[in-house]
């Protein structure tokens, strides 16, 4: 574990160094300079002729008077450029960026021979011969301890005054009912701030008091003094701020959601890095330069940065498995896939970037402290910002539209899809609007870190064109959304029964409901044609290519193409609805499904069939405006015919007075009489008026009641007839028959062999069982059970 750390912190630091020697390149590209640059002069030496010719001018000058050294000296820096130039050409980026880094690493190893060289002169005693005066850095040093004393004691003390205010802060921000949460806890965090800036302001003017009129010389405020206090007011402004982001202690000022053991880990660990950073680089160096000695005042910077980098480094890779377990749970939570992505990808690498940030850091402040280490504090302080901003902003527009919307009752009464489509939009919004601030946030961080500048980027064409271009295309999609809502809603409107209008017609349900979907595909088509020609892509060969296509398509798709079009016919002609009863196809059931190419039967089986128009030569429609019941009744032919039409008026009068049928009846029933003289009945035609889609469930009723009325008149309706014939051999006798009597129980009585007996000359037959019957006896005696040859014996079967 221990050489995998060190390899990763040195793969770090070269990281870092190479970071650092990129931008300072940069520096030095564009400020130029008034001598030859360092990669010039080497480029210089390195060739002979150069050299040489260089090594005489200089002789020159020496030899020259001081006057003409001046005028010698710019000819020879403009001789020394052109050698160079001769000898080497302009330099590549790669050697510009080797030399860079070279010198970086050079300054980066200077600064531990000294750190080296001052600890070794300190444990030898050899610094004190450098003339270093330690009682007055002694004195020094007691007049600073009073002056932090005193003014470290006015902040404790206006502090623990404030914590009531803080404490109505926190309350307020919890349970206050007159704003939007957010904005409540952004107010109170920056009355907060505000409050606590003012104590470290207090603080910072009771220690310039002290420091000229109580302690040292009376009215004047000494060096020492004065950056120990200008170092306390830089660091405590800054644990304000950490304060702002954790506020340990009140839960109602705290910005980041996390926890209060948390909070106050991650505040105390911040706070103690700041501390000895700060007071250590403001005040600990600038009071050891002074006093004692440059180089002490070097070494003691670069040790005081390197334990601050351990320190840090440190606590990362302690807390690194307990912060990536937090962030993988918000990931888990995120309702957008971009945020669930980011989350788990800064869960595995958040502790990489951590380290690089503070090697960074440590780099630039020993190689360049002048000036990268203010860069790096504010571009820090800018990151933060934004990011918070970012947070807040977002978090704000959940809560502001981030509800659920509600209507009035009468207009959900009126359109009650319009709650559930408007509530559906929301989240593709939020999603939208937190895709925005993401990509905004990502480009002021880049422009805090000079990677990107924002500002000229948006003043250039570029720039000015995207942004019109974004613009545009979210005005073009909510304008369309608007006219979507709009329009389905109207159709909705003119669809719900309870507007005023009554139940609409299946017609009107069905080409709304074919409206709706053609505005639907046309609304699409034509935004992303108009969002393509907002980017910039030219849709003049798009809409031709899509002409030549559609031509292919109707050729190839012929059967399509006739399909759309009797569709549209049918449509027009309103030869079915949705809920019809029809014959498509030659399949018999109910339209489910309407569409302009098809449509959906369910038939008497449960069967669902889909038909295209294609194959539709025929609509038979069983809904239309009417429909009769048509029935046809057979009676014997020994029948009365009238008394047959008596009965059947019965049957409908005594249907018509039935609740359950007699609205479903039109008009009286109509007797067309005899149709037919068929082989064995003769049939009686009547036909009942109803209204349409009944006809079936009164044809039911009233052949019901036929049946009931016919027997009561004693009519006999005919139905088929048996007669057995065993034949006959040249004697003219018939084989003989087993007959089988059984009892009524079932069991078997008696079995007997019966011969058929000859005919007679009056037609009759001679049985040789004991009853006789003629052999043209009604076949009905035997269905009806008249007819038996044993009565004593039991039943025949």
């Known amino acids: ?57 200089l002789r020159q000058l020496a030899e020259a008077p001081a006057d003409a050294a001046a005028g010698a000296a710019s000819d020879a820096s403009g001789a020394a450029s052109q050698a160079a130039n001769a000898a080497g050409g302009e330099a590549t980026l790669p050697k510009q960026l080797a030399d860079m880094t070279s ?28 003339g270093l005066n330690f009682g007055l850095f002694t004195e020094a040093a007691i007049n600073l301890g009073l002056v932090i004393l005193a003014t470290f004691a006015l902040f404790i003390v206006v502090r623990r005054l404030v914590r009531p205010l803080f404490t109505r802060l926190s309350q307020w921000s919890l349970n206050g009912q007159n704003l939007n949460p957010t904005i409540r806890l952004v ?6 701030v505000l409050v606590d800036a003012l104590v470290v302001g207090l603080a910072y003017v009771g220690g ?49 959601p996390i926890g209060a053991a948390s909070a106050s880990y991650w505040n105390r660990w911040i706070a103690r890095l700041i501390g000895l950073t700060g007071y250590g680089l403001m005040a600990v160096v600038p009071l050891v330069n002074t006093y004692l000695s440059p180089r002490l005042g070097e070494g003691i910077g670069a040790l005081i940065m390197i334990s601050a980098y351990l320190y ?65 504090l504010f571009a820090t302080l800018k990151t933060l910002g934004i990011v918070l901003a970012g947070m807040l902003l977002s978090r704000l527009l959940v809560q502001a539209i981030g509800r659920r919307i509600s209507l009035s009752d009468d207009l959900r009464r009126k359109l009650p899809l319009l709650e559930s489509r408007l509530n559906s939009y929301i989240p593709n919004i939020l999603r939208a609007i937190n895709i925005l601030i993401l990509i905004v946030a990502v480009m002021m961080v880049f422009n805090a870190w000079g990677v990107f500048d924002l500002a000229a980027w948006y003043a250039s064409a570029a720039g000015r064109l995207l942004v019109g271009q974004v613009a545009s295309v979210a005005f073009i999609l909510i304008v369309a959304a608007a006219v979507w809502i709009g329009l389905a809603s109207l159709i909705e409107h003119k669809l719900n029964p309870s507007t005023g209008r009554g139940q609409p017609s299946a017609r009107a349900q069905t080409l709304l409901s074919l409206f709706r979907n053609a505005l639907a595909i046309a609304l699409v088509t034509m935004t992303a044609m108009i969002v393509l020609s907002e980017i910039g892509i ?10 030549v296509l559609g031509l292919a398509i109707g050729f190839g798709a012929q059967k399509l193409v006739q399909d759309i079009i009797t569709g549209i016919f049918i449509q027009i002609e309103n030869a079915m609805n949705t809920g019809d009863v029809v014959t498509v196809g030659g399949i018999t059931g109910t ?82 009489g005899v149709i037919a003289l068929a082989d064995s009945s003769v049939n009686i035609r009547v036909r009942i008026k109803t209204t349409p889609g009944n006809q079936w469930a009164v044809g039911r009723a009233y052949n019901r009641l036929v ?75 035997k269905y009806r059970g008249d007819y038996d040859p044993d009565p004593d014996a039991g039943e025949q079967t």
């Open 1 to 57: 574990m221990p050489s995998r750390l060190c390899a990763l912190l040195m793969g770090v630091l070269m990281f870092a160094v190479m970071a650092i020697a990129t931008p300072a390149m940069a520096q030095q590209a564009e400020s130029g300079g008034d001598g030859p640059a360092y990669s010039t002069l080497a480029d210089l030496l390195e060739n002979e002729q150069a050299r040489a010719k260089l090594i005489e001018q």
């Open 103 to 130: 010198r970086v690493v050079s300054e980066f190893g200077d600064q531990f021979d000294n750190l080296a060289t001052i600890l070794v002169s300190l444990v030898d005693g050899s610094v004190a011969d450098e």
């Open 187 to 192: 107010l109170c965090v920056m009355l907060a």
């Open 208 to 256: 310039n008091l002290a420091a000229t009129f109580a302690i040292g010389e009376t009215g004047s405020l000494s060096t020492r003094a004065s950056l120990f206090l200008n170092a306390f007011l830089v660091i405590e402004l800054l644990k304000a701020a950490v304060r702002m982001l954790f506020a340990s202690r009140y839960e109602g000022l705290r910005l980041l």
């Open 312 to 376: 840090a480094v440190t606590v990362v890779l302690v807390n690194r498995s307990k912060l990536r377990d937090a962030l993988l749970d918000k990931a888990r939570s995120a309702s957008l896939s971009a945020s669930r992505v980011a989350m788990r990808l800064l869960a595995r690498t958040w502790h990489l970037l951590a380290i690089v940030y503070f090697s960074v850091v440590l780099v630039l402040t020993l190689a360049r402290p002048e000036d990268a280490l203010p860069f790096v």
């Open 538 to 547: 030219n849709i003049g060969p798009l809409i031709a290519g899509a002409g």
């Open 591 to 672: 339209a489910e499904k309407l569409s302009i190419r098809s449509v959906g039967i369910r038939d008497l089986h449960g069967t669902y069939h889909l038909v295209p128009f294609s194959s539709v030569d025929l609509v038979s429609n069983y809904m239309r405006d009417w429909a009769f019941h048509v029935g046809e009744y057979g009676i014997a032919y020994r029948e009365s015919i009238d008394e047959a039409i008596t009965a059947l008026r019965n049957a409908f009068d005594e249907l018509a007075t039935d609740e359950a049928h007699k609205a479903n009846i039109l008009e009286p029933l109509e007797v067309a």
């Open 707 to 781: 049946k009931l009325h016919l027997d009561e008149a004693g009519i006999e309706i005919p139905f088929p007839h048996t007669t057995l014939f065993f034949g006959e051999d040249k004697k003219g006798r018939a084989p003989a028959a087993n007959l089988r009597l059984m009892d009524k129980d079932g069991g078997t009585v008696a079995r007997k062999e019966s011969r058929a007996p000859a005919a007679g000359e009056d037609g009759s037959v001679e049985s040789p069982n004991t009853h006789e019957a003629p052999a043209s006896a009604d076949t009905n005696a």
